[in-house]
C-alpha cells in the first residue's frame, strides 16, 4: 500500500493479528510485500529476517545464535484496525485516537461490496468536486446525454432516448457540522421543504463522502494518487443470510482499452472530471464564481482544522471517547433508491417487493 507518500507492507500473521510496516526490509531494501506471513509475524523472502506487528525484528536466522543484533532493529510499524470489512491505518503522532464507527461500518445485518480505483490525481479534486452540487446539472445530466446520444441512442421518433436532465440549481447552501459540512439545494420545482433541502448530502471531514448507503473514502495514497474506495451497504437479498462470510471487492475501471476515460456512469464522470484537472489542480489559475462556495467552504475549514493540528489539538472528527463513538449515525437525503434500501432495513422488507 501507498499511504501519505509511504510505502508500506498490510499483513496478517498466522494468529490473526494485523500489521503494517515499512515495505522495504530494513537488511538489504527487498520489499516485503513477498514476504511470508508466519505464526509471529511476517518473514522477508531474502534471507529470513521476521518481523512481528510492532516493527520489532523477532528473527534473523543467519546471524550467530548469540548475536543480540536483532534487538536492536526495528522497523516502522503503525497500528491497523479492522471495521466493517476494512483496515484502517493510524499514521499520525501519539496518542492513538479511536477508529470512528461511522453507521455503515458497523450496522448489522446488511451486506456490503466494495469498488476500489487507483486515480492519478491529488484526493483534495476528489472532495472539492463534492461540495460543487452544480456540477451534477452538467456532468451527470446534459454532458450524461450527450456521450449516451453520441452512441446513437435514440426512441421510435428518433429522440434521444436518454434524458437525464437534472433540475437546475435555485440555491445552494452549506453548513459546516460536527462532522463536516452538508451541503443542501433547491431545484427548480422545489422549495426548501424538499429533503436535498433539509438534509441534504454530507461530507465527512476530511475525506469521506456520504451519498445515501454508500461512503465514499478518498485515500491519499500521494499527493498525486487516491485511492478511491466505494462502499456500499445493501439490505440482503431475500433467503440470503443476513451476514456475508466475504466482502466482495471489485474494482471500478477508470478508462477503457484505449486509455480515455469511461464516462457513461456517474462516478466514471466524476472520475474524469477529478484526473483532468491535473495530477495537482492548479488554484492559481482558477476563477471561483459565486457558485463555488462550498470548494471555498472546504478550503478554508481544512485550513483551520491544519492549524488546530499544527497547534498540537484535535482535529474534526478525531474520538476520543468510547461512549460516543459507538455507532455516529449521520443525517441523510435519499434518493429514491436508497429510500427503498432504508424501508428495506427498518422492516426487513426486501426493497423490490411490493
Ligand atoms: S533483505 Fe530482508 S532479510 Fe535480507
Ligand atoms: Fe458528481
Redesign the pocket.
Known amino acids: 500500500m501507498k499511504l501519505l507518500g509511504e510505502s508500506l507492507v498490510v499483513f496478517r500473521d498466522g494468529q490473526g493479528r494485523l500489521g503494517l510496516i515499512d515495505e522495504r526490509?530494513?537488511?538489504?531494501?527487498?520489499s516485503?510485500r513477498y514476504g511470508i506471513p508466519e505464526v509471529e509475524g511476517l518473514r522477508?523472502?531474502?534471507?529470513?529476517?521476521m518481523f512481528d506487528t510492532t516493527g520489532r525484528c523477532i528473527e534473523?536466522p543467519a546471524e550467530p545464535e548469540d548475536s543480540t543484533f536483532k534487538d536492536r532493529v526495528r522497523t516502522k510499524a503503525y497500528p491497523v484496525e479492522e471495521l466493517g470489512g476494512l483496515v484502517f491505518a493510524y499514521l499520525g503522532p501519539p496518542p492513538v485516537p479511536l477508529l470512528p464507527r461511522w453507521d455503515l461500518l458497523v450496522m448489522e445485518n446488511v451486506w456490503r461490496d466494495i469498488g476500489v480505483t487507483t486515480i492519478p490525481c491529488n484526493w483534495m479534486q476528489c472532495m472539492e468536486n463534492s461540495l460543487d452540487p452544480v456540477h451534477t446539472e452538467w456532468l451527470h445530466g446534459r454532458y450524461y446525454e450527450y456521450v449516451m446520444s453520441r452512441r446513437g441512442m435514440k426512441n421510435e421518433s428518433g429522440e434521444r432516448m436518454v434524458r437525464r436532465v437534472i433540475g437546475h440549481h435555485l440555491k445552494i447552501g452549506f453548513d459546516v457540522f460536527p462532522h463536516g459540512i452538508i451541503k443542501r439545494r433547491v431545484r427548480a420545482g422545489g422549495s426548501e421543504n424538499d429533503a436535498s433541502w433539509r438534509f441534504g448530502h454530507p461530507i465527512l471531514f476530511p475525506n469521506i463522502l456520504r451519498v445515501g448507503w454508500t461512503l465514499q473514502f478518498r485515500v491519499p495514497m500521494d499527493d498525486t494518487h487516491t485511492w478511491h474506495l466505494m462502499y456500499q451497504v445493501l439490505p440482503p437479498p431475500p433467503e440470503a443470510k443476513p451476514t456475508q462470510d466475504r466482502i466482495p471487492v471489485y474494482e471500478i475501471p477508470l478508462t477503457d482499452q484505449l486509455g480515455q476515460h469511461i464516462t457513461d456512469f456517474v462516478l466514471g464522470q466524476d472520475m474524469m472530471a477529478w484526473v483532468t484537472q491535473g495530477p495537482i489542480a492548479d488554484r492559481d489559475l482558477e476563477k471561483l464564481g459565486d457558485s463555488d462556495q462550498g470548494v471555498i467552504l472546504f478550503r478554508r475549514l481544512l485550513r483551520e482544522q491544519l492549524a488546530i493540528a499544527e497547534a498540537g489539538g484535535d482535529p474534526m472528527n478525531v474520538f476520543r471517547d468510547p461512549a460516543t463513538n459507538t455507532f455516529i449515525e449521520i443525517p441523510v437525503e435519499y434518493g429514491l433508491i436508497e429510500a427503498a434500501r432504508a424501508r428495506s432495513l427498518a422492516t426487513g422488507q426486501a426493497p423490490w417487493s411490493p
Open positions: 526490509c530494513p537488511h538489504r531494501r527487498v516485503l522477508c523472502c531474502y534471507h529470513g529476517w534473523m
